[in-house]
């Protein structure tokens, strides 16, 4: 049940300068400017497992990108995502074209199998190698630079429905480890690097398959600060797969120095995608739960291989932890309570002020929008304003308080409005899609046609504004607001 009260002290402005973390955003009203009553609402959360872009258990997809090659299925995505699953793993064999460009042929099969995911709402993990096997040859470095040069239109045109690109293209399944044309060195490591992060649009980021490939590339071994996070520099851009979790003493390679590194991708991998597959267990008992949530929750993992390996995966079933872990992969958010304006006057303001709690083991990765929306309970128009605030830093297990004020224009028709907050994708495609938005971690709240999270407040807006709004975030008829 929603509890609803009125608020029975008046906040005033030097009081809400001295509650820790909340982060004011909005406009500016007169500081003579009357204090205001809020209503307050506090919601109850959910334990449902439910899917939420960028994030939990992916389904693994491979292509030969060749002219046989076979696209994706959209029937078979769709059945995914009723099952929750919002992410693919997509991997590219360039089998064909180790000595040569890629065909265009091979290029258009590939933005279509991209319209087919987006279609379907889902997103991909993608990689690109030339062997799947050991002993395979792979590409030499001119025939990887120009694959790179060759796939950037790809990536541009894409980007919305890539969630990350993981570094491949050396060696077996595209890891690292493996080469036939001496792809291992450091220099021709980062060299391809570079290349990646040239070619992929700089709001998407690469994951490579050990902590030591970035300090390597980087030549230091600082962890990602949160004054960098999201920067878009290299280091902001380069996360982590770990294609072995839990399954040795070293995760197969993946760790040179375990504490250390573990340490590292700690302390950085909320800023950065972390995820990846487990394997055969190697001289190790298979992770129990407790093992296995700690190491998430540790590492901040965001997503997991459902496919593989089934041997570990199958055991959380077992143990009774794989429900848990299929709602706190990536980020939970979970809204605890708000207080809201009861009314508020053309030309003039109103105030949301929003408690979350992210339950997850990590935060969003990939640039986030956060809105409010308005909705006449009457005509059913939308008004909309967007929140200068970046869920991407609402961290785990900590509490995000956000105020906001924005204003009312003088011309928005009065009566009375339903409250909603919106998270959606800012990609211009998939920005008005409900499968690529937020959903919270709350009971009654998730409304599946739009998108939007209710706040189950309604506000009266009408009469004459005491107070001026003079600031610049002002709530828009939802037509203008998207083409903005």
């Known amino acids: 049940m929603i509890i609803q009260t009125k608020m029975q002290?008046?906040?005033?402005?030097?009081?809400?300068?001295?509650?820790?973390?909340?982060?004011?955003?909005?406009g500016k009203q007169s500081k003579d400017a009357p204090a205001e009553q809020l209503t307050a609402v506090t919601y109850l959360a959910s334990d449902e497992k439910f899917p939420n872009p960028e994030r939990g258990f992916y389904r693994y997809t491979e292509s030969r990108a060749g002219a046989n090659s076979a696209l994706l299925d959209g029937n078979t995505l769709k059945s995914y995502r009723q099952q929750g699953i919002t992410l693919i793993?997509?991997?590219y064999y360039l089998k064909d074209f180790k000595d040569k460009p890629i065909s265009g042929q091979a290029l258009e099969r590939m933005n279509t199998d991209m319209d087919i995911l987006r279609?379907?709402?889902?997103?991909?993990?993608?990689?690109?190698?030339?062997?799947?096997?050991?002993?395979?040859?792979?590409?030499?470095?001119?025939?990887?630079?120009?694959?790179?040069d060759q796939l950037e239109a790809v990536f541009d045109k894409?980007?919305?429905?890539?969630?990350?690109?993981?570094?491949?293209?050396?060696?077996?399944?595209?890891?690292?480890?493996?080469?036939?044309?001496?792809l291992k060195t450091a220099g021709i490591r980062a060299t391809i690097l570079n290349k990646m992060l040239d070619v992929l649009p700089a709001?998407?980021?690469?994951?490579?398959?050990?902590?030591?490939?970035?300090?390597?590339?980087?030549?230091?071994?600082?962890?990602?600060?949160?004054?960098?996070?999201?920067s878009e520099t290299k280091a902001a851009r380069i996360g982590h797969h770990?294609?072995?979790?839990?399954?040795?003493?070293?995760?197969?390679?993946?760790?040179?120095?375990?504490?250390?590194?573990?340490?590292?991708?700690?302390?950085?991998?909320?800023?950065?995608?972390?995820?990846?597959?487990?394997?055969?267990?190697?001289?190790?008992?298979?992770?129990?739960?407790?093992?296995?949530e700690n190491e998430m929750r540790t590492l901040h993992w965001s997503f997991l291989n459902e496919d593989y390996y089934k041997g570990v995966n199958d055991r959380w079933v077992t143990l009774g932890c794989m429900d848990n872990i299929i709602r706190e992969l990536g980020y939970r958010f979970e809204l605890i309570s708000g207080a809201y304006s009861p009314e508020a006057a053309p030309g003039g303001t109103m105030t949301v002020e929003l408690t979350v709690n992210n339950t997850g083991y990590s935060a969003p990765y990939n640039p986030r929008a956060m809105e409010i929306i308005l909705k006449n309970s009457a005509t059913g128009e939308i008004f909309a304003v967007q929140v200068d605030e970046d869920p991407r830093f609402w961290k785990p297990k900590t509490?995000?308080?956000?105020?906001?004020?924005?204003?009312?224009?003088?011309?928005?028709?009065?009566?009375?409005?339903?409250?909603?907050?919106?998270?959606?994708?800012?990609?211009?495609?998939?920005?008005?899609?409900?499968?690529?938005?937020?959903r919270l971690a709350n009971k009654e709240l998730w409304d599946a046609?739009?998108?939007?999270?209710?706040?189950?407040?309604?506000?009266?807006?009408?009469?004459?504004?005491?107070?001026?709004y003079t600031g610049n975030r002002w709530f828009e008829k939802k037509s203008n607001f998207l083409n903005k």
């Open 158 to 182: 894409n980007a919305d429905v890539i969630a990350v690109l993981q570094a491949g293209f050396i060696g077996a399944w595209g890891e690292w480890y493996y080469s036939s044309n001496n």
């Open 119 to 148: 279609a379907a709402g889902l997103k991909c993990v993608l990689r690109f190698a030339y062997s799947s096997a050991e002993n395979e040859a792979d590409a030499p470095l001119d025939v990887v630079l120009q694959h790179l």
């Open 203 to 230: 709001r998407r980021m690469i994951q490579v398959r050990t902590p030591a490939y970035k300090t390597e590339y980087l030549q230091n071994n600082a962890a990602l600060k949160r004054s960098e996070a999201f």
């Open 9 to 26: 002290t008046i906040k005033t402005i030097s009081v809400l300068l001295l509650v820790a973390g909340i982060f004011s955003c909005g």
């Open 89 to 91: 793993y997509r991997i």
């Open 399 to 438: 509490y995000a308080e956000i105020k906001f004020s924005p204003g009312i224009p003088e011309d928005m028709p009065t009566g009375a409005y339903d409250l909603y907050l919106n998270l959606p994708d800012p990609e211009s495609l998939l920005h008005d899609r409900p499968e690529y938005s937020i």
């Open 242 to 292: 770990n294609d072995c979790f839990m399954a040795s003493a070293t995760d197969y390679g993946t760790y040179a120095n375990i504490e250390t590194e573990k340490a590292y991708i700690g302390s950085e991998g909320v800023y950065l995608p972390v995820g990846g597959e487990t394997c055969p267990p190697d001289g190790v008992d298979p992770a129990d739960c407790q093992k296995a």
């Open 449 to 468: 046609q739009t998108g939007y999270n209710r706040l189950n407040h309604r506000i009266n807006v009408g009469g004459v504004a005491a107070v001026p």
